[in-house]
């Protein structure tokens, strides 16, 4: 018995692989995750996330907001949106009262409507200058557009970590 619990102990000490726990920063309203991939390289991604309360206690994802980094200069920024949105139009995505940009569904999953859009320094500066955003599209058989805003506070804070 004693040279199956030697052993044992001797598997247990040579260690089993385990994914580093991810990096998590509150920046104002945006949160970043960063995690160090299999490549050593790390990667950071800012999220907002937006729910609304249910009837029955639960809370529902109405949009989530993600900006990741692409290269010193480049971003791109990824609105997942709930099922049920008319794809046709596209979206509109504007940062307080400066011009609208228009954008086209990338796809959709079983979680929701993915839209994606790149950013240069100017458009992230944009961001980073602006109070909100807002987010303009269409529900499947509505005529009215809807519309979501995105808080911008610790923006600037949550890009300039990525």
């Excluded at 509150?26 to 050593?40: L, P, Q, Y």
């Excluded at 990824?78 to 596209?90: E, S, T």
Aim: one cysteine or more; a positive charge.
């Amino acid at each position: 018995m004693p040279v199956v619990l030697g052993l044992l102990f001797l598997l247990g000490s040579v260690g089993i692989a385990t994914a580093a726990e991810p990096e998590v920063t509150k920046h104002g309203d945006w949160t970043n995750v960063c995690r160090v991939a299999e490549n050593s390289q790390r990667q950071c991604s800012s999220t907002q996330l937006l729910t609304r309360q249910l009837g029955d206690g639960q809370s529902a994802r109405i949009l989530q907001t993600t900006v990741r980094r692409i290269n010193e200069s480049d971003y791109l920024i990824q609105f997942l949106l709930p099922l049920g949105v008319d794809l046709r139009p596209g979206i509109a995505f504007q940062v307080d009262d400066k011009d609208r940009r228009g954008a086209q569904y990338f796809t959709c999953t079983n979680t929701g409507c993915i839209v994606r859009m790149g950013m240069n320094q100017a458009f992230i500066g944009e961001l980073q200058g602006g109070a909100k955003a807002r987010i303009i599209y269409r529900a499947v058989n509505s005529e009215q557009p809807a519309a979501i805003d995105i808080s911008l506070k610790g923006i600037t804070a949550a890009t300039n970590a990525l």
